[in-house]
C-alpha cells in the first residue's frame, strides 16, 4: 500500500520545480501533479493512455477535441487514450491531479 497526502506533496521543493511533478508509478497507473500558472500555455500532445484530471485548484477551460468545459476547484475528467486535449483560457493558477492507466508512455509506440 502507498499513501500521500496532495498538500504534502504540492509543498515538496521537488513539485515547485517542475510543470509535472510523478509521484507513483506502476506497470497499471501513474499518477502526478500537473500545474500551469495564469496565461500559460498548455504544450501536452495526446498520450496512448487513458486519464483521470482532478482540479485540486485553479480555473480554465478544458479542451477535449472540439469540445470545450470549464474546470475549477473539485472538478474531475476523464480523457480518453490518443485525445487531443489542453487546458486553456487559465484565468486562475491550476493545480491538477493526473491519473494514467495503465502508467503514462507504457503504451507509446517506441
Same mark, same amino acid.
Given at each position: 500500500?502507498?499513501?500521500f497526502?496532495?498538500? +504534502?506533496?504540492?509543498? $515538496?521543493? $521537488?513539485? /515547485?520545480?517542475?510543470?509535472?511533478?510523478?509521484?507513483?508509478?506502476?506497470?497499471?497507473?501513474?499518477?502526478?501533479?500537473?500545474?500551469?500558472? #495564469?496565461?500559460? /500555455?498548455?504544450?501536452? $500532445?495526446?498520450?496512448s493512455? +487513458?486519464?483521470?484530471?482532478?482540479?485540486? %485548484?485553479? /480555473?480554465?477551460?478544458? /479542451? @477535449?477535441? %472540439?469540445?470545450?468545459?470549464? @474546470?475549477?476547484?473539485?472538478?474531475? @475528467?476523464? #480523457?480518453?487514450?490518443? !485525445? !487531443?486535449?489542453?487546458?486553456?483560457?487559465?484565468?486562475?493558477?491550476? !493545480?491538477?491531479? @493526473?491519473?494514467?492507466?495503465?502508467? $503514462?508512455?507504457?503504451?507509446?509506440? !517506441?
Open positions: 500500500m502507498k499513501s497526502n496532495l498538500f +504534502d506533496l504540492i509543498a $515538496e521543493n $521537488e513539485y /515547485k520545480e517542475k510543470l509535472y511533478f510523478e509521484f507513483l508509478r506502476y506497470p497499471s497507473m501513474s499518477s502526478g501533479i500537473y500545474q500551469l500558472a #495564469v496565461g500559460s /500555455k498548455d504544450l501536452q $500532445e495526446p498520450h493512455e +487513458d486519464e483521470l484530471y482532478y482540479i485540486i %485548484e485553479g /480555473k480554465a477551460i478544458l /479542451k @477535449v477535441e %472540439e469540445e470545450e468545459i470549464q @474546470v475549477e476547484s473539485g472538478s474531475l @475528467v476523464f #480523457v480518453e487514450a490518443y !485525445k !487531443k486535449h489542453q487546458f486553456t483560457k487559465i484565468t486562475e493558477d491550476l !493545480k491538477i491531479l @493526473v491519473i494514467f492507466s495503465p502508467a $503514462e508512455y507504457s503504451l507509446q509506440k !517506441k
